[in-house]
């Protein structure tokens, strides 16, 4: 696959490739460049080849995101989790502390961790169909004031 510069500069594009330029034009420049020089790949099945228990990830030495096509979610959606993820390693640690604060008194019977909960505010608050289970005041609001 086509590095992002490449991917951005081309002429013709697949639907796909359009798809990840309007979710990426929803994201503050920051947390874009966090991604500028990775590829990303999509697989079909609802997880990835050859893992069952995840539908994503995101590849620092390779440059790569990589999406599934899992039931529960939507691509972009899943898409945006997994840069949500970079977005996540920069911040600082009194930014996650409250994070985890709010998280702690919201995320009801969510028994995932602080950063992946992170992950799914972020994708839904960015994401064009969002998912209930996910859509809380308190963080869009966090997700909201985070540094652009």
């Not at 013709?12 to 034009?25: G, H």
């Not at 960015?126 to 809380?136: C, L």
């Amino acid at each position: 696959m086509k590095s992002f510069l490449q991917f951005l500069e081309q002429k013709s594009k697949t639907e796909e490739e359009k798809n990840i330029l309007v979710t990426l034009k929803k994201l503050p420049k920051s947390h874009r460049k966090l991604v500028k020089d990775f590829h990303v790949r999509f697989e079909g099945g609802n997880t990835l080849h050859g893992d069952d228990q995840h539908v994503g990830y995101v590849d620092e030495y390779e440059k790569e995101i990589c999406v599934a096509s899992p039931w529960n979610y939507g691509r972009e959606f899943t898409f945006l989790h997994e840069i949500a993820h970079k977005v996540y390693e920069k911040l600082n640690d009194n930014t996650k502390k409250e994070w985890t604060k709010i998280v702690n008194k919201t995320k009801n019977k969510q028994k995932q961790s602080p950063e992946e909960l992170f992950a799914m505010a972020y994708a839904n608050f960015y994401a064009k169909n969002k998912v209930v289970i996910h859509d809380h005041e308190e963080w869009n609001e966090f997700i909201k004031d985070l540094p652009k």
